[in-house]
């Protein structure tokens, strides 16, 4: 039987103000949320959606695509100005800058991605008191979140050849109680690795496959606490505990662009990439030793950087094929329920609370849609940047953080 693990439902201490702060539903204090799925904790938006969006404030963050994080009343921003890369504190109200700390953190594009920018695409993660911030060139650094402090930082340019993939590093880090695990390294050369929360030292590591562009998740399969996630030509298991390789599966895309975070839909662990469909497996364990077993899949649909989500049992996201359509599944069986025409574009970050879906495309549309079986139902449509608009957004009760190119934009729904 699989359970996710939840590792932010504490409490969290004071963070960025002299006054404590409590976790509220609409925190969002790692990659796609609370639970790393893209879904929104005890939304409730508006019965009916305004013709227009107010714009409350927009402050000039730096480059970059890794999404904002919110706790409480603060922001957490994660960019590049220059040739430093910058963690900055804001302000849910007013946008202030309550503090900013950056680093050098000189890095070179590959002419492939250069319209991407030298920006992270890492998103961080806050926990017990602490910020982890995974650069784009592989720079793994541990912040305190109340003042900005650094605590620890590891570059790992004496652990392997090169520190980041041909694109830059996009996997986000995950915090498992006293631990932070990121996939670290470059192609061909790297490892999946977990580090102590309070010192940075290594605890563990699988050094059998390069970092991809993926982000893992920790899931419980027959009791055993495990990272899942897509390496550079596979998807792996690994115990949380040791690092020790339970499963794998081989895994190719074109360009080597393995990029989609895990999805879990009761036991079954979901999976998709580039031209590779979509598949969900089963993980079984028979003693000591453990198997994997396909129990669906369709080429219907395929999910190329826009990571799907999961409401009322069905699989919503946007599939690459025709130039970018919306897409349902039923997540048990895989069967397509329906698609849109096509050509909304490169990607589209998408989440879901309630029975609606919020899709922020990279042309900077947000979409509002039902989670409806029946069909796609777009409610209401929003121009929310001037720029492309890569990063995941984040919904604070009435109000929709967005994070374009270089500028974070506070709109509110009333």
Request: net charge positive; hydrophobic share 40%; proline share 5%.
């Amino acid at each position: 039987m699989f359970r996710p693990r939840n590792m932010f439902l504490n409490a969290l201490p004071l963070l960025c103000s002299l006054l404590p702060l409590v976790l509220q539903a609409q925190d969002s204090p790692q990659w796609r949320g609370p639970n790393r799925d893209g879904m929104i904790p005890s939304y409730a938006g508006p019965q009916t959606w305004p013709d227009q969006l107010k714009q409350k404030w927009q402050v000039k963050v730096g480059i970059g695509y890794s999404s904002p994080l919110l706790i409480g009343k603060n922001i957490f921003t994660f960019t590049r100005q220059g040739e430093q890369e910058v963690v900055s504190c804001l302000d849910l109200d007013a946008g202030k800058i309550l503090w900013r700390e950056a680093y050098a953190a000189p890095y070179r594009v590959n002419p492939i991605a250069g319209a991407h920018g030298a920006g992270p695409k890492s998103t961080p993660a806050v926990s017990n008191g602490k910020l982890f911030t995974l650069g784009i060139g592989g720079i793994l650094s541990a912040w305190d979140v109340k003042s900005g402090r650094s605590l620890w930082r590891r570059d790992f340019s004496s652990d392997f050849k090169t520190t980041s993939p041909e694109f830059g590093t996009a996997t986000s880090p995950i915090v498992d109680g006293k631990l932070v695990i990121a996939f670290v390294g470059g192609n061909g050369n790297g490892a999946l690795m977990a580090f102590d929360a309070e010192s940075g030292k290594t605890v563990w590591k699988w050094d059998g496959d390069g970092p991809a562009y993926a982000s893992p998740i920790i899931v419980d399969i027959s009791g055993t606490r495990q990272v899942v996630t897509q390496s550079q030509e596979k998807i792996i298991g690994v115990s949380a505990v040791d690092g020790k390789l339970l499963w794998s599966i081989p895994f190719t895309t074109p360009y080597v662009q393995n990029i989609i975070t895990p999805i879990l839909f009761k036991d079954l662990l979901i999976f998709s990439g580039l031209e590779q469909g979509v598949f969900a497996m089963r993980v079984i364990r028979n003693g000591q030793a453990w198997k994997t077993e396909k129990v669906w899949e369709t080429k219907s649909a395929s999910f190329y950087m826009s990571d799907p989500v999961i409401n009322g049992g069905q699989l919503f996201g946007m599939s690459h094929r025709n130039k970018g359509q919306f897409v349902a599944l039923d997540a048990a069986t895989g069967k397509s329920l329906w698609e849109t025409k096509g050509r909304v574009g490169d990607n589209t970050a998408v989440l879901t609370g309630g029975d609606k879906l919020l899709m922020l495309t990279s042309d900077a549309e947000l979409i509002v849609a039902n989670a409806s079986r029946a069909a796609f139902q777009e409610i209401k449509r929003y121009t929310v940047a001037k720029s492309t608009t890569y990063a995941h957004p984040v919904i604070a009760g009435k109000n929709i953080l967005v994070k374009d190119t270089d500028s974070l934009t506070l709109w509110s729904i009333d």
